[in-house]
């Protein structure tokens, strides 16, 4: 397993994998991530994020069914393993921390 220090768009794609459960696959983790982010995700992109996050062993991957809607193709799905939720909490409480310690003066809005 690689390091698992993760980047910000690994820290959204991580995010977004754990928000839809066991919807989550390349195509709609890229949708889910305009939808919040309003910036477009490619899904190349995507793609070698998840490959680098499951090289890492932060989420694991299998195959769905076929169906006729995709021409016979599965789906691959993602989901967050137990290393992914700690990466993911760790990087909640490094935020946290770095927020908390701002004076409140810089934050104001002028």
Known sequence: MKGTNIGEFEE???LTTAALVNEAYSVAICDELEKHTGR?????????V?????????V???????????GGKR???YT???????A??????VRDQLWSIIPEMVLKRT
């Open 12 to 14: 959204l794609v991580l």
């Open 40 to 48: 477009q995700a490619k899904l190349g992109v995507v793609h070698a």
């Open 50 to 58: 998840l490959n680098r996050l499951e090289e890492k062993g932060l």
């Open 60 to 70: 694991k991957s299998k195959l769905g069914e076929a169906t006729n809607v995709r």
């Open 75 to 77: 789906k691959r799905y």
């Open 80 to 86: 967050v393993t137990s290393a992914g939720k700690a």
């Open 88 to 93: 993911l909490i760790r990087a909640k409480e």
